[in-house]
């Protein structure tokens, strides 16, 4: 009977928890990031700003719970982009992960500019759920691209061609991730990576809406831009 308690007791807390955070989003996408207040969030819940501290240490440790959840979302969204496109297909399971990206920032575009776009300063300790749902994410394009690059390696600079500073940023990246490609082709993923983020991010802020209303077509162009880079044909969506 003590052990149906605690589990009853925890399942409460966990519902408690998911409804904290749902709180925080919705205050996220209808009044903007700053809304996300331990007090705000709090009159969302019709309970006390102390209550609150009974679930989450701090603002910190909201914002970072709040972020896991997107990562994990986004993460879920890319996968199932990726998997749409048969195995050992590397090219077309890339550019499809791209586009389930794409197509989650447009429609979550409070949440992606949460993460990626104007990032909320929390506290990040390696093991926190952010950091760990970050590196989750960051997992899905990593593998693929090692195994891209095992299977048909693109082209690259020669040796001695990057500047000391960028091979060694890039080498403690490399240790760091256990992503097992040379410097010189990690450099050319994360220029991709530069590109395309960019391109999103700019998307998401509304920057380029003087001049795209409609940036499918654009974002396409960038991945028809990089794909030669990575030593890919490119395979366009029907009607792009």
Not at 114 to 131: G, L, N, Q
Not at 159 to 178: K, M, N, V
Not at 219 to 228: D, G, V, Y
């Amino acid at each position: 009977m003590a052990a149906q308690g605690v589990g009853r007791r925890e399942r409460v807390r966990q519902a408690t928890l998911a409804e904290i955070r749902a709180a925080a989003r919705r205050l996220l996408i209808e009044q903007g990031s700053q809304a996300v207040t331990i007090n705000a969030v709090a009159r969302e819940m019709g309970m006390s700003g102390p209550a609150l501290y009974h679930y989450f240490a701090g603002h910190d440790e909201l914002v970072g719970a709040v972020t896991a959840d997107f990562f994990r979302e986004l993460t879920a969204a890319v996968e199932a982009g990726r998997d749409s496109r048969p195995p050992g297909e590397h090219g077309p399971r890339l550019l499809a992960a791209c586009r389930a990206m794409r197509r989650w920032a447009v429609t979550h575009r409070a949440e992606f500019g949460w993460v990626f776009a104007s990032p909320i300063t929390a506290e990040r300790r390696p093991d926190s759920p952010r950091e760990l749902a970050g590196r989750d994410f960051e997992q899905v394009f990593l593998e693929e691209v090692a195994e891209l690059w095992r299977s048909r390696p693109f082209p690259v600079p020669a040796p001695g061609e990057l500047h000391p500073s960028i091979r060694s940023q890039l080498r403690a990246y490399a240790d760091a991730t256990g992503m097992g490609l040379p410097v010189e082709a990690i450099h050319v993923v994360m220029s991709c990576w530069i590109r395309l983020y960019g391109l999103l991010c700019m998307e998401v802020l509304n920057q380029l809406d003087f001049v795209y209303p409609d940036m499918e077509a654009v974002f396409e162009e960038c991945l028809r831009e990089i794909a030669p880079r990575l030593g890919l044909d490119y395979e366009g969506p029907s009607g792009i």
